[in-house]
């Protein structure tokens, strides 16, 4: 009930105010968003972790302890010890750089390629849009990960290739998005004046109409890169992302995963739960960034 | 005759994304990959044998050709020989195919009720923490991978509390409520991703259906709220829902992947995974080429049922 009445008014200001106003407004609301912040605490600690390990760490994440194999957590081993004596604690902190890399530059590249995307076909409309339309459909009535599949299985495991089939499909996805915006923005006073003035085409989508479609463009950003992380983690564990030996999470699963029926859980459990804490975070903070910005 | 018109023009858009789709996936296996013959036979194999069995499999001749035989033996039924079993991918397919639809069967039959429901509770109770457990829990079931859920749901299940098995495969010749119950665990997961997705929906739309007009007129009208949200409301907002659970075939298919491979189900989602490891490309082209046509399909089916069952849309005209 608070929650509707403080939106109510701060629209009513953010009517008559001016942006930097506006700005400070939504600022204020995000930091009273709850999802917002315990979304945002849980990104930023991995992101610290992912930085800082190194120096957090008590044992290096290769190290092998062949005299302590499989051990339970205990105060040595916070989270025990893996099937070569691999401590599992400092596997857990290190793991999350790699996706914290491969998912980040996805969403960047198909955030960029979307946007671009988005804006010429929103604004050419006709035959390149209708073409352009066509084939996007036909990339996406293939799920992410089945895609992803087969232009890895073509073109060999590497994180590039993980980066670039992730990114160009977000593009796509995000370049409907993009489109749909521009859509509404085209047939405005603003761009007709721009275009009496004589500017040409690529002025007036990047230094015109771009500055107006950003919102939509980052709140889809935000959105891309809870299922980026996502995807990595997936295909990570079906051993076609990120390759050994790094301490991933989604590949440590896979590696470990036949020893939880011997009743090893903590070679498992720790990096599950350090998955689901990282994109239940990322997905906190896009849905409470969002929240504010529709209101 | 509008409606057969705008019938017919959907079927053909389909069409023209299938035939897309179908040139996406024969340059993912046959184009991209480069030599065929070398991939499967490593580094170190002789030329001569690499080029004996790049004839043998046909892929010397020109691209052209090659997809021309490929596409017209799939629209047959033919869809080649897997390179790993020496033997036609079809029987593979189908049987696979089958089972991963009696897994999915069961992963909707479980979530549709349960989506709809939290959604309408949801709507009903906009606001209160009620609604807002609801929608958190189901934003962090549905953001979640399925080998992370799946993973911590055998832990408990399988290993703590011994109340389901391991594996989604039963014993042979198990009757269906056997395969059923070895279903439930693997269908979890699914179920986790699918019933945000679908609350969501549901309760926007309740939302949208009970702030309008239509809604305040049978208020007004007199007729006790049981009656409003039965006839009036419900009808309405679950329209976008049906669209949503077409729409989510497709990401449940790439959800299989994973899913079938953790519990160690022989579904079409292990089975393309295991064509891609063995660079079976016949078989991984038959394989995605299915998944589409059944997503395709799907939202064909949405498309028309929204419409049909939407009084304010009248299929490119007038009925």
Known sequence: ?295 | MGFYRALLYRLALAVVTLFLLSIIVFAGCQVLPGDVGRAILGPFADARAVAQLNHQLGIDRPLLVQYWSWITGMVQGNMGLSYTYRAPVAPFIGHALLNSLKLAAIAFILVVPAGIFGGIVAALRAGSWVDRSIVIAGLSATVVPEFVSGIVLIMVFSIWLHVFPLTGTAPRHAGVLEQIYYLLMPALPLFMILFGYIARMARAGMIEALTSDYTRTAVLKGLSRRQVIGRHVLRNALLPTITVIATQCGYLIGGLVVVETLFNYHGIGSLIFAAAKAKDFPMLAAGILVIGTVYVGANLIADLLYSALNPRISFGGRR
């Not at chain 1, 339970?72 to 893996?82: K, L």
């Not at chain 1, 989508?205 to 990595?232: D, H, Q, S």
């Open chain 1, 1 to 295: 009930m608070t929650g509707e009445t403080m939106t109510a008014t701060a629209a009513a200001e953010a009517a008559m105010d001016t942006p930097a106003r506006i700005r400070r407004e939504r600022v204020r609301l995000l930091l009273r968003n709850l999802p917002f912040l315990v979304g945002s605490l849980l990104l930023i600690f991995w992101i610290v972790m992912a930085i800082a390990g190194p120096w957090i760490v008590p044992y290096g994440a290769d190290d092998t302890d062949l005299l302590n194999t499989l051990t339970p957590p205990s105060p040595d081993h916070w989270f025990g010890t893996d099937q070569f004596g691999r401590d599992v604690f400092s596997r857990v902190i290190m793991g999350s750089r790699d996706i914290l890399i491969v998912a980040p530059l996805a969403t960047l590249l198909g955030t960029v390629v979307g946007t671009v995307l988005g804006l010429v076909t929103g604004y050419a409309k006709g035959l390149t849009d209708d073409v352009v339309s066509r084939i996007v459909d036909a990339f996406l009535a293939l799920p992410l990960l089945i895609l992803a599949m087969l232009v890895i299985t073509a073109l060999g495991i590497s994180n590039t290739t993980v980066i670039i089939v992730i990114g160009l499909s977000f593009g796509l996805i995000v370049g409907r998005t993009v489109r749909a915006a521009v859509l509404g923005e085209r047939d405005l006073d603003y761009v007709a004046a721009a275009h009496l003035r004589g500017e040409k085409p690529i002025y007036i989508l990047f230094v015109e109409i771009l500055p107006n479609v950003m919102p939509p463009i980052m709140v889809e950003t935000t959105v891309r890169l809870g299922y980026a992380i996502f995807t990595v983690a997936s295909l990570s564990f079906l051993g076609l992302g990120i390759q050994p030996p790094s301490p991933d999470w989604g590949l440590s699963i896979s590696q470990n995963y036949g020893l939880i029926g011997g009743g090893y859980w903590w070679t498992v459990l720790f990096y599950a739960l350090s998955i689901g804490s990282l994109v239940v975070g990322v997905n906190l903070a896009a849905e409470g960034a969002q929240a504010v910005l529709d209101a």
